[in-house]
């Protein structure tokens, strides 16, 4: 049974920077597709980073790419997020996410999660 659990949300002004932590129990058997998404106030689910845990795939989609980094620690089994230049628009609920994946997805082919954690919020104000 894998479980998220996010931690590191919190209050930050534009320009600063939050890590975000996903502790992973369950996914020590397998490689992965995990994923962090954000739900922004009246806005639908997007994802905004994607690492597959067998190394060397990453996904960013633009409104992000060159602020945040995804991470893994293998031996913590931890999934982090490395959110820099934080703007208004980077406000929401930000979700860890993760789907087996044995082969490093192409690009459009990372899966849905199957599995989700409760979530952490980041407010950012300008």
């Known amino acids: 049974q894998v479980q998220l659990v996010e931690s590191g949300g919190g209050s930050v002004q534009a320009g600063g920077s939050l890590k975000l932590s996903c502790a992973a129990s369950?996914?020590?058997?397998?490689?992965?597709?995990m994923s962090w998404w954000r739900q922004a106030p009246g806005k639908e689910l997007e994802v905004v980073a994607a690492?597959?845990?067998?190394?060397?795939?990453?996904y960013y989609p633009d409104s992000v790419k060159g602020r945040f980094t995804v991470s893994q620690d293998n031996a913590k089994n931890t999934l982090y997020l490395q959110m820099n230049s934080l703007q208004a628009e980077d406000t929401g609920m930000y979700y860890c996410?993760?789907?087996?994946?044995?082969?490093?997805?192409?690009?459009?082919?990372?899966?849905?999660?199957?599995?989700w954690g409760h979530g952490t919020q980041v407010a950012v104000s300008s």
């Open positions: 690492l597959w845990t067998g190394g060397g795939s990453t």
């Open positions: 996410a993760a789907d087996q994946c044995l082969d490093p997805p192409g690009p459009g082919g990372w899966p849905a999660p199957s599995y």
């Open positions: 369950g996914v020590a058997d397998s490689y992965y597709c």
